[in-house]
């Protein structure tokens, strides 16, 4: 059985059609990324998997139970963490946890132990029973995180965990996904952070415009565009590097200036590596460091969601 | 059997998810000023603004007190809370939670109606040692408070399901109702003097029958037999409730 299904969901608000028919699959005790830019539908598709709006086509599945016909015990098996850190800011953290889990029907002994656990493991417990008001952004946060995992869910929605979040807020958070994936936790989670896609997600859905562009492992995503490998080089003298001839490099197909960094797109490392020597000897120019850089999820990204096509990037 | 046992695991677990959001609302919203205002104050400069000046014997005047003491107090939290929370992003919390719609509407409506409840013994205290007023039918008089505090609560979780975040929207469609209500429906002026249209409005209006079991529990002349008050009095529950769970599903897209 899959822990979500999601078939041919579609969702229109009037004129936008916000989700144009996706379909995907994910497996218990996965972590599974939804990676897009801002508008893409990330949040509508949580909000018809949770059951929390209905979807205008297709249908849905979580742990084998229909999302709009058996929404109540399809809602018992998880845990949401809003886009917003939606906790009530008259309540203590204390009362906030209770709450949520007077919803959910967690009995009392239950609820206590496991709010005092969850306000360990992030970082709240000196401050269980101060009225949330004056929490930072970041407990704020954190407290929503605690309050979706009250029921014990065996999968938790998670809209942007860690956007906008200092370090130490982001570590964290991290960890304890890492850890609810140790214990077989299944985990959906919306992001636009590429690197925290790539640490933490067992497969990542790219989506864009209400259309996934690619379903596969972070590794498999960065093969599929092996001709943006790239090399970085610093030289001594950055500013009498010139971009043009270095694009003028055989197999260069792209030059980005980054600080006092260099970086060259190509099919064929070896080869510019072999030419950018040339060049400095021919400009006098001496190199400091010179890397080579496999496609990173960004590129993938930026390929599949056309964003380069809109003359971003700096590319000739 | 198993079939049976699982929706009465469902009906309970429903209820006390219910009572966990009145309990919430309780919490939060009971001391805020602008819910005593609008629950406390308006309806006691309401009956001023009638009371005063007038030769009647003021006792004759705390039956309709403490209707129109329900009917403000008891749809002043809702229409405060829900598009409160709406703007906060924790109504979504309630519109998620392994509940159905009909638990969290009615759980909202319950912190109203405790509410009003405990607001009524006020005018109620008032009047039996201020003005002597007595209570010759005690369970008429409880069903009335009871029942209308309910009805009104419900007709305000109703209200505040137009998708708004601001409470003052809400407030002005509510009084465009509530205030019309006062006068057309036997609390100050007997049905029988009110003009045509407005006895017919008299008829639908629920404050009518709660109105007429308040009178009746304190030994007034009553317009209808109690059980007609009940039964009009929970038909209306139920057509706020059922009303109230279509709307919220409809505007929540
Ligand atoms: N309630 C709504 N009414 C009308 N349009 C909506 C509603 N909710 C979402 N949309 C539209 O649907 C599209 C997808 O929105 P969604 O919130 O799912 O995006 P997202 O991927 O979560 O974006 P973000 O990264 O900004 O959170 C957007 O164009 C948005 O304007
Ligand atoms: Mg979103």
Redesign the interface.
């Known amino acids: 059985m899959h822990a979500i299904e999601a078939i041919s969901l579609e969702k229109r608000?009037g004129t936008i059609q916000a989700l144009a028919g996706i379909s995907f699959s994910v497996e218990e005790g996965e972590t599974f990324g939804f990676l897009g830019p801002n508008g893409a539908g990330k949040t509508t598709t949580i909000?018809i998997l949770?059951?929390?709006?209905e979807p205008t086509g297709g249908s849905g599945r979580i742990f084998g139970r229909d999302v709009v016909r058996e929404k109540?015990?399809a809602?018992?098996e998880i845990g949401?963490v809003?886009?917003?850190s939606?906790?009530?800011?008259?309540?203590s953290a204390w009362?906030n946890l209770m709450?949520?889990a007077?919803?959910?029907?967690v009995g009392k002994r239950e609820r206590e132990s496991r709010a005092l656990d969850l306000l360990s493991v992030l970082g709240l417990t000196g401050r269980k029973d101060d009225k949330t008001k004056g929490f930072s952004k970041g407990m704020k946060r954190r407290l929503t995180i605690a309050m979706g995992l009250i029921n014990k869910p065996h999968l938790l929605f998670l809209d942007e965990p860690t956007s906008g979040l200092d370090v130490q807020s982001n570590l964290i958070i991290r960890d304890v996904i890492q850890r609810l994936t140790r214990e077989g936790v299944t985990i959906f989670l919306t992001t636009h952070n590429i690197e925290e896609a790539n640490i933490l997600c067992d497969r990542v859905a790219i989506i864009n415009r209400g259309r996934i562009a690619a379903i596969d492992t972070p590794e498999r995503l960065k093969k599929t565009i092996q001709s943006v490998q790239s090399i970085e080089v610093a030289f001594d003298l950055p500013g009498a590097v010139r971009a043009e001839d270095l694009a003028g490099i055989d197999q260069v197909t792209g030059v980005r200036k980054m600080g006092d960094k260099v970086r060259l797109i190509t099919g064929d490392p070896p080869a510019v590596i072999e030419g950018v020597m040339d060049y400095a000897r021919r400009a006098n120019l001496r190199i400091i460091s010179i890397n080579t850089r496999g496609p990173s999820l960004e590129d993938v990204f930026i390929r599949l969601t056309g964003l380069d096509e809109k003359g971003g990037g700096g590319t000739p | 059997m198993r079939i049976v046992s699982e929706y009465w695991r469902e009906v309970c677990t429903g209820f006390s998810a219910a009572w966990a959001i009145a309990r919430k609302d309780i919490l939060i919203y009971y001391l805020k000023p602008n819910i005593i205002v609008s629950g406390m104050l308006f309806p006691l400069f309401m009956f001023l603004a009638f009371a005063v000046g007038r030769p009647a014997d003021p006792a004759t005047m705390v039956p309709g007190l403490i209707a129109i003491t329900i009917l403000f107090s008891s749809s002043s939290i809702e229409p405060v809370s829900i598009p409160l929370e709406r703007r906060t992003k924790t109504f979504e919390r309630l519109l998620s939670a392994p509940i159905s719609l009909h638990m969290v509407v009615l759980g909202e409506s319950m912190s109203g109606f405790l509410y009003a409840c405990c607001i009524a013994l006020v005018p109620l205290a008032a009047g039996m040692v201020l003005f002597k007023a007595p209570v010759s039918d005690l369970p008429a008089l409880a069903a009335g408070i009871v029942l209308l505090s309910f009805c009104f609560a419900t007709m305000g979780t109703l209200f505040a399901a137009y998708p708004t975040e601001s409470p003052g929207d809400i407030m002005s469609m509510l009084n465009l109702v509530r205030l019309p209500l006062i006068f057309v429906s036997g609390v100050f002026v007997p049905i029988g003097e009110v003009p045509f249209p407005g006895q017919v409005i008299a008829y639908l209006s629920p404050l009518t029958y709660g109105n007429d079991l308040v009178q009746a529990g304190f030994g007034k002349a009553t317009h209808f037999h109690p059980l007609l008050d009940i039964a009009a009095l929970c038909i209306a529950i139920g057509a706020f409730q059922s009303l109230a769970n279509r709307l919220y599903r409809t505007f929540n897209e």
Request: aromatic fraction near 14%; charge should be positive.
């Open positions: 608000f909000r949770t059951g929390t709006t109540i015990p809602r018992r949401i809003h886009e917003t939606n906790i009530y800011t008259d309540l009362e709450f949520t007077r919803l959910y029907n």
